[in-house]
């Protein structure tokens, strides 16, 4: 995309800095968005191998900016086929993820997850929650529902291409599923669009043979509210393509909790529905969550006025920036 200035904008031009044209590259690979910036080819890189970081940190051409995390990565669940429908089947996969090598992996750029939503949106409270990495007790619940080295579950992980973060999560979470001796998990990457066209067909038959049992999701907060995590992923009337229901979690008691705080405007009110929301939600292993990003961005140092969004990650501000 490459933007223009505008020199009728209601907001002025205060200073003779600005930039006249902003040209924003779409570059998936991660590998490659560091080589350009390094290289002098890019000003600002939003998506690149979080072991760059210590590379960056020391190059004194790089400036790196970091901000509070809000966006939160699942693998989501299917719900409503076969082995993930059953609660001891998505409890065991979140037993089985080794979380504290996943956030070694990615460089700290992650917070151990508390759950759907960040606690500062639940009034900086955490839902309980008793998932740790446990491969015994993942075995022992996969057994209980029926599965072991005779009879393996065999699940199916859709990710979005060329995104690290997500691939990382999965092969960790393969790793783990392996060690139970009673599961295996096959990943597949794939564009955005055709992710989301096979959910949308998958709900015309709901037919357990051609099931995905995870899908990879980053959910930002599109508002500054739980709602914006709870009724988009959770909610039973988000089932589809038209928000981020995709896997078909249903849970009355959580649909009347969200509809409630939705309509509540008391907020200490609305937080409480929320937390119970959230914590019913924890306990039905709906997802397994693997933590909350932390804001980071790779900038040229001699580009100045940048600063982290408070919400929306990765927006970018561009009418402050400048070259110095």
């Not at 917070?111 to 309980?128: I, N, Q, R």
């Not at 529905?273 to 909350?292: E, K, M, N, P, S």
């Amino acid at each position: 995309m490459l933007l223009r200035k505008f020199d009728g904008y209601w907001g002025g031009w205060r200073q003779a800095k600005h930039f006249t044209a902003v040209n924003m590259l779409i570059i998936p690979e991660a590998s490659t968005q560091r080589l350009m910036l390094e290289k002098g080819e890019l000003d600002m890189a939003m998506k690149f191998p979080t072991e760059a970081l210590p590379a960056f940190q020391k190059n004194p051409d790089v400036q790196v900016a970091r901000g509070q995390g809000l966006r939160v990565l699942y693998l989501r669940l299917q719900n409503a086929a076969p082995p993930t429908s059953d609660g001891r089947v998505r409890q065991a996969i979140n037993y089985a993820f080794d979380g504290a090598s996943f956030r070694k992996a990615t460089e700290g750029t992650y917070d151990p997850p508390t759950g759907p939503a960040p606690a500062l949106f639940l009034g900086d409270w955490s839902p309980k929650f008793p998932y740790t990495y446990d491969p015994a007790k993942a075995k022992m619940l996969l057994q209980g529902a029926g599965y072991g080295e005779g009879r393996k579950a065999k699940l199916i992980a859709d990710l979005l291409i060329a995104t690290p973060d997500q691939r990382k999560a999965a092969e960790i979470l393969q790793a783990g599923l392996a060690a139970t001796g009673a599961a295996e998990l096959e990943i597949r990457e794939n564009e955005w669009p055709v992710m989301l066209k096979y959910n949308s067909e998958w709900q015309k038959t709901r037919d357990p043979a051609t099931a995905h049992h995870l899908f990879g999701l980053f959910t930002p907060p599109r508002v500054p509210d739980a709602y914006a995590y709870l009724w988009y992923t959770y909610h039973s009337k988000a089932i589809g393509a038209f928000a981020r229901n995709v896997m078909n979690y249903a849970n009355p008691k959580v649909d009347d909790l969200l509809d409630r705080a939705a309509a509540s405007t008391r907020s200490a009110e609305k937080i409480a529905f929320y937390r119970q929301a959230t914590q019913i939600i924890v306990d039905d292993a709906a997802d397994l969550f693997v933590g909350t990003q932390t804001k980071v961005y790779a900038l040229r140092k001699h580009i100045k006025g940048f600063y982290v969004h408070p919400l929306w990650f990765p927006t970018v501000t561009v009418y402050p920036l400048h070259r110095e």
